[in-house]
């Protein structure tokens, strides 16, 4: 079965420092691949979304950036991170072809700037 | 462009009353929609998906969804709710390419005892 994994579950970062959030994913190959933010009181924004290695589509400008250096791994970075970055950030996946496949969530980020 | 509407922000119902959690979307072509739950400080949990056929889907947890196409329209639907079932509500919809989710901005239901 597929396993989706994602760390740190929590993270307090002082503003201007840098950051990497990691995602793996297990049991499944070439999938989709997503970064959500949710801040709070708010639904979900998509932030980036990968269909293959090294293929980024942005969807907000803003100060984060992602990669996905190997198939089944999905990071987002940022060089220095501002108050607003603070939020909850979800890692998701589902199968690229053939359609019928929702997204499947890892447990999420708790970052918070200070 | 694509969008879901969730015009309910809260809902509080008394447990084992009946539940509906409106979800209503804009999408030029046949839409795949979906509904997921998240509990406080965790990802979210698929709860069922309308990608064709019968308009009216079963899920988990005793769950159901209607699509109705001329309403544009994907209401969540429990006959008895549980106080287990107090969570964050949220309906999405996806792209024809399967490439992008977007997502409403949530319902949270609280349950009364």
């Known amino acids: 079965s597929q396993t989706i994994h994602q760390w740190p579950a929590t993270l307090v970062q002082p503003v201007g420092s840098p950051l990497s959030l990691e995602c793996t994913v297990e049991?499944?190959?070439?999938?989709?691949l997503y970064w959500y933010r949710q801040a709070a009181g708010r639904g979900l924004q998509l932030l980036f979304y990968?269909?293959?290695?090294?293929?980024i589509s942005s969807e907000v400008p803003q100060n984060l950036s992602a990669s996905r250096p190997q198939d089944r791994q999905f990071i987002l970075s940022s060089k220095k991170l501002l108050l607003s970055d603070s939020g909850f950030y979800l890692c998701?996946?589902?199968?690229?072809?053939?359609?019928?496949?929702?997204?499947?969530f890892g447990n999420g980020t708790r970052l918070t700037v200070t | 462009a694509q969008s879901v509407t969730q015009p309910d922000i809260h809902i509080t119902v008394s447990e084992g009353a009946s539940l509906e959690l409106r979800c209503n979307y804009s999408y030029g072509a046949t839409p795949y929609l979906f509904w997921y739950v998240q509990s406080p400080g965790q990802g979210l949990q698929l709860l069922l998906k309308?990608?064709?056929?019968?308009?009216l889907v079963q899920g988990i947890k005793g769950f159901e969804a209607e699509f109705k196409r001329s309403q544009s329209s994907f209401n969540l639907r429990k006959p008895s709710v549980h106080w287990s079932d107090a969570a964050e509500y949220f309906c999405a919809v996806v792209t024809y390419n399967f490439n992008k989710f977007y997502f409403g901005s949530g319902t949270k239901l609280n349950v009364k005892p």
């Open positions: 049991g499944t190959s070439n999938p989709n």
């Open positions: 998701a996946w589902s199968r690229m072809t053939g359609g019928n496949s929702p997204l499947h």
């Open positions: 309308y990608f064709s056929g019968d308009t």
């Open positions: 990968s269909v293959g290695i090294g293929q």
